[in-house]
């Protein structure tokens, strides 16, 4: 599956209160949660997301909570793929386990309003603005399995299990 | 071949194979903490991966604290949805009212050292305390790991860090704690395991252990052990650190984390003088029994400056009574402090104490980021129960030491 799409850039550090507040996460309905995406960061982002749904940061991208609305809200609201230096720990399981493509790579490379363009679990992002191969950093096995039967619960439905 | 620290001989004996820094491997999981706020999700993944009935529910805690008493008619219909999951896999229930997830795993006795704890909840590292290998996951992580009693795991790099002399007065684990943060930084030690170690531990009490083992994850860490003689658990002596971090105990100072990032360390004195509006004592960083005690013991006798609201919520039912029979709930309440029920309440600003567009608030608990406690238009500065203690005297920022009574 190929991503080609205009990029949105923010900092680093963007933690997952600002992804979705805590006081959004009362919900079983991820339209919700998509309405009030990255409130606290920009308040344009869910107008934004439709017309560049490429989100890069730098370091860090989902500190703080476990929150798996993370993840979920970002993908909801239309995101495609998030680029980051680097995720923090549980986001990137909790990415990978609902279906939100992420990658690790060198974003200074990237910058806002940039064109991308993404084969999913190739070994390099295309910068069409820049013309620049940016190489990005390989997910472990059972993440790719995880990611490629499209998620977590559809891999427990298939494998019943690890 | 090297030594190995905690979290590699954890995870080997729970893996069945040799577990190294960077390998990944699948394991045997002994317990698992599920709170209300995520809860919720891990009940609804649990029944999209057509999960029957989860793998023992023994080792299964469904703890209602995040927004335990519920505020509204919708939250109270979606806890409904996980306590009837709760009631029918038999699983172990800890009610609204009960406490925080964290403090009750280690009151209750389900984590201890050697053990393999995970919670859908970051601040489950707070384990680590009493030895276990303890951390967050998601909710649909949580769910696969209910049924399989399995997950998979990488075995993480440790960060060895030294505590040396002695903490003075007026200090409190919790600015221990600020002050590593600080130095290593937010993300120094994502994917991390950390060891500490240092005489300090021979001394402090389970309680200063906790408030330090639950903020790694505050720098990323993925579990952390505070070290000591009866942790019950220690590293082979020529085990392999990435880094070595020493602090020097006799430099701590009483000490915030400005907003809106919890490595945003500053001594006390540079915003001391600071107004405030609120400030909260609670969570299952600082919610415990000596928590409060430090916190009666700076205000017994004496009233909240005018214009200060003070909220105190016991981090458990057990510490609310033993607060109750041995005073301190008498020193706070007469020096103007509202109490609420055991939970994560201010915390998390989904229920209980909700801050107002353009307040300063002290905060005992662990993140500071911006809308946290329910409000982006707030500043929290994360304190000590001491400085917490101190400044609601006052009405602004206030060193503490002064004010502690020998």
């Keep these: ?162 | 071949m090297p030594g190995m620290t905690i979290a590699e001989k954890i995870l080997s004996e729970h893996s069945g194979k040799e577990a190294r820094a960077g390998d990944i491997v699948f394991c045997d999981v002994d317990f698992m903490v599920v709170p209300d706020s995520t809860g919720i999700f891990t009940v609804r993944s649990f029944k999209e991966m057509e999960g029957k009935k989860v793998c023992d529910p023994n080792k299964i805690m469904f703890v209602f604290d995040h927004c335990s008493p519920p505020p509204n008619q919708h939250i109270a219909n979606m806890q409904k949805y996980e306590r009837d999951f709760v009631l029918s896999q038999g699983v172990i229930l800890a009610e609204g009212g009960e406490g925080v997830c964290h403090q009750l795993a280690v009151e209750k006795g389900y984590a201890s050292a050697g053990k393999l704890v995970v919670g859908a909840d970051s601040h489950t590292c707070t384990y680590g305390a009493v030895g276990a290998f303890a951390t967050g996951v998601g909710a649909t992580d949580m769910a696969a790991t209910m049924i399989s009693g399995k997950n998979w795991f990488k075995v993480p790099e440790t960060i060895r860090v030294n505590l040396k002399n002695d903490l003075p007065a007026g200090c409190t684990a919790k600015d221990i704690i600020l002050t590593v943060i600080g130095k290593i930084g937010a993300e120094g030690g994502n994917y991390k395991a950390f060891e500490f170690y240092g005489d300090y531990f021979e001394k402090c009490t389970l309680d200063d252990r906790m408030t330090i083992a639950n903020m790694v994850v505050e720098m990323g860490g993925k579990t952390g052990f505070t070290c000591f003689s009866g942790l019950g658990i220690q590293a082979d002596e020529d085990a392999v650190y990435c880094e070595t971090v020493e602090i020097d105990l006799a430099e701590v100072v009483p000490c915030v984390a400005k907003p809106h990032t919890v490595d945003n360390w500053a001594p006390v004195s540079e915003v001391a003088g600071k107004p405030i509006n609120y400030a909260f004592i609670g969570s299952c960083t600082n919610g415990r029994f000596e928590d409060l005690k430090a916190a009666a013991d700076i205000l017994r006798g004496g009233k909240l400056a005018r214009g200060v609201r003070l909220l105190v919520v016991p981090a458990s039912k057990d510490i609310l009574l033993r607060a109750a029979d041995e005073g301190v709930l008498k020193d706070l309440v007469d020096a103007g402090a509202a109490v609420f029920t055991p939970s994560c309440a201010a915390c998390v600003g989904t229920h209980g104490g909700v801050p107002a567009d353009g307040e300063t608030v002290l905060s005992t608990t662990n993140r500071n980021f911006k809308g946290r406690m329910g409000n982006p238009n707030a500043d929290i500065y994360l304190v000590s129960p001491m400085t917490l203690a101190a400044s609601c005297l006052t009405g602004v920022i206030t060193d503490p030491r002064p004010y502690v009574k020998e």
Excluded: W
């Design chain 1, 1 to 162: 599956m190929e991503i080609k799409d205009k990029v949105i850039k923010y900092g680093n550090d963007i933690n997952t209160d600002l992804i979705i507040a805590g006081k959004y996460t009362k919900t079983l309905s991820n339209e919700e949660l998509a309405v009030h995406a990255m409130e606290d960061l920009d308040v344009h982002f869910t107008k934004k997301v439709k017309g560049a749904s490429i989100v890069v940061a730098g370091s860090y991208f989902g500190c703080g909570s476990s929150r798996e609305a993370a993840p979920v809200a970002l993908r909801a609201a239309g995101v495609s793929c998030v680029f980051a230096k680097s995720f923090a720990r549980i986001f990137f399981r909790n990415a990978v386990n609902v279906g939100l493509p992420i990658v690790e790579c060198d974003t200074d490379r990237i910058n806002d309003g940039d064109t991308l363009r993404y084969v999913l679990g190739s070994s390099e992002v295309i910068n069409e603005t820049t013309g620049e191969s940016i190489p990005v950093n390989p997910l472990p096995e059972i993440m790719v399995k995880i990611f490629q039967t499209g998620g977590l619960v559809q891999y427990f439905r298939e494998t019943g299990g690890y």
